[in-house]
């Protein structure tokens, strides 16, 4: 588990000002066991439940983004207005699930090796993840 420093140090690193607000979104995406997948909406909803006051969606946005491009978070574009942070960075693939809106870890090892066809000139690819929509199959429930 992460300590008060490790994550002034972060948000530093970050080019961030570490703030009461901040701090405690460090200790809700870092402070944890397991990683997790998250929207910035109930990233800040959850805080302010936590700090039992109303956090700026604003400082939300611009730490999680700070985050990212810092490389401390991944984010994962399901449309083109939805998108979901993860605090797990390394290169794995993921379920959508289209019912509950839920994204769900796939290890890598759950999907065959990929063979990409296509090359574009002058590019190599570094990493390959795959979004895997799923749903209710409705044809199964009647």
Not at 42 to 69: G, M, P, R
Not at 84 to 99: A, K
Not at 101 to 111: F, H, K, M, V, Y
């Amino acid at each position: 588990m992460l300590k008060n420093n490790e994550f002034i140090d972060k948000l530093r690193a970050s080019g961030l000002r570490p703030t009461k607000q901040r701090l405690k979104i460090c200790e809700v995406l870092f402070n944890r066991e397991k990683t997790f997948h998250f929207t910035i909406n109930d990233l800040a909803k959850n805080i302010s439940e936590q700090l039992n006051e109303k956090i700026s969606l604003a400082t939300v946005y611009n730490t999680v983004h700070a985050f990212k491009e810092k490389g401390y978070l991944k984010e994962i574009s399901i449309n083109s207005n939805k998108s979901y942070f993860d605090t797990n960075i390394s290169d794995h693939h993921h379920f959508f699930d289209e019912d509950t809106s839920e994204l769900i870890d796939c290890d890598n090892e759950d999907i065959e090796e990929i063979n990409i066809k296509k090359n574009i000139t002058g590019k190599k690819i570094n990493s390959v993840e795959v979004l895997i929509k799923i749903a209710s199959d409705n044809q199964n429930q009647k």
